[in-house]
C-alpha cells in the first residue's frame, strides 16, 4: 500500500511540478507570438483598409472577407444541393421510361452547372501536382546525373543557366500553341486548358529541383564514396545505398522551393490559360467588378497562401519520414 502511494504521488511532487511549468513556460512564446502577430496583421489591415477607396468601393476588411467566406461556402453547399436534385430527376425519369420500355438504355448527363470556388481549389491543387510531377519526374534524374558526371553538369548548366530565370508569363504563350499544335483529339481525356497549365508549371519549377539535386549529389562525404569503391558495390548499388539517402535532403530541399514556385506560377497561368481554378475564380471575379468582388478576391488570395503553407508542410513532413539525417530536415 505504501508502494502505491509512493507512486500516486510522484506525478505532484515538487520537482515535477516545477519541470511542467518551466516547460510550460518555456512554450509559451512560441505559442503567444504567432497569435500577437496575427492580431497585429488584422488590426493594421483593419485600419489601412478604411483609408483606401476604389473603384469598385472600399477595400475589404477581415470583417467583409470573413463575410464573404461564409457566403462562397453557402454558395458551394447550394450548387452540390442543385446537383444532387438534378440527378435524383434523372433517375426518376430513366426509371419512368425503363419501366414502360425495359429495352432502353439509361442515359446519365453530367451536372453542367458553374464551378465553386471549393471545386476551382481542387482544380488548382490537381494541376499544380501533375505539373510538379512531371517536373519532379525530369529534374531528379538529370540532377543525380549532373552531380556525378562533371561532363554533364558542364553540358547542360548552359541550359539551366538560360531557362531558369524566364517567366511563366513567356512561356505560356509558347506552350498554348505547341498544345494547341499537338494535342488534337475528338475526345481528348484532359482540356487544352489544364494541360496548357500543367505543362507552364512544370517547365516553371523545374529548375530548383535540378540544381539543388545535383549540388547534394556533388557534395557527397568522400569518406562514403570511399566505403562504396572498397566494397565495390554496383552503379545501382551506389546509386542506391550511397548517393540518394546522403542527397535527400537538397533533393527534398529542391522539391519544397519547386512546389512553392509551382503554385505561385500556376496562379498566373490560370488567369491567362483560363484553365478553371484558383487564378480563373481571381481574373472573373476582377472583371465581375461587382461590389463584394474585392473581398473574394481577398478570400482567394489568404487561400492561396494558406494552401501553399500546407503544401510546404506536407513536403517537410515527407522529408522527415524518408531522411535518415533528422537534424537536416529544414523547418
Known amino acids: 500500500m505504501s508502494k502505491m502511494t509512493t507512486i500516486l504521488r510522484l506525478p505532484t511532487s515538487p520537482s515535477n511540478a ?35 477607396d476604389t473603384s469598385l468601393g472600399q477595400f475589404p476588411g477581415p470583417v467583409q472577407v470573413f463575410e464573404q467566406t461564409g457566403a462562397l461556402i453557402d454558395e458551394h453547399i447550394a450548387q452540390r444541393e442543385k446537383a444532387a436534385a438534378f440527378y435524383e430527376r434523372q433517375e426518376a425519369r430513366n426509371a419512368a421510361r425503363v419501366a414502360q420500355d425495359p429495352t ?8 453542367t452547372g458553374a464551378p465553386t470556388f471549393f471545386d476551382q481549389i481542387w482544380t488548382s491543387l490537381y494541376t499544380v501536382m501533375v505539373g510538379f510531377f512531371i517536373a519532379s519526374v ?48 475528338d475526345d481528348p481525356a484532359f482540356s487544352k486548358s489544364f494541360v496548357t497549365s500543367a505543362f507552364t508549371v512544370s517547365l516553371c519549377c523545374l529548375w530548383p529541383t535540378l540544381i539543388n539535386t545535383a549540388v547534394g549529389v556533388s557534395n557527397i562525404d568522400k569518406d562514403l564514396i570511399n566505403v562504396s569503391k572498397v566494397l565495390r558495390l554496383t552503379p545501382l548499388a551506389h546509386l542506391t545505398k550511397i548517393v540518394l539517402p546522403s542527397s535527400i535532403p537538397m533533393i527534398f530541399t529542391g522539391l519544397r522551393l519547386s512546389l512553392g514556385i509551382g503554385w505561385m506560377v500556376l496562379i498566373a497561368a490560370e488567369m491567362l490559360a483560363q484553365n478553371p481554378g484558383l487564378g480563373k475564380f481571381v481574373w472573373d471575379e476582377f472583371q465581375n467588378g461587382s461590389s463584394e468582388s474585392l473581398a473574394r478576391i481577398m478570400v482567394a488570395v489568404l ?13 517537410l513532413s515527407i522529408q522527415r519520414a524518408v531522411s535518415w539525417d533528422k537534424s537536416s530536415v529544414l523547418r
Open 104 to 111: 432502353y438504355e439509361p442515359k446519365i448527363r453530367d451536372f
Open 303 to 315: 487561400t492561396i497562401g494558406v494552401i501553399g503553407f500546407v503544401l510546404d508542410r506536407l513536403m
Open 138 to 185: 525530369v529534374a531528379v534524374p538529370v540532377g543525380i546525373l549532373c552531380g556525378l558526371s562533371k561532363s554533364a553538369y558542364t553540358a547542360i548548366n548552359p541550359l539551366i543557366q538560360l531557362f531558369k530565370p524566364v517567366s511563366p508569363l513567356a512561356w505560356l504563350p509558347l506552350v498554348t500553341m505547341v498544345v494547341s499544335a499537338l494535342y488534337v483529339s
Open 18 to 52: 516545477n519541470s511542467m511549468a518551466s516547460r510550460l513556460y518555456q512554450s509559451t512564446p512560441a505559442l503567444l507570438l504567432p497569435v500577437i502577430g496575427l492580431l497585429m496583421f488584422l488590426a493594421i489591415w483593419n485600419g489601412v483598409a478604411k483609408s483606401i
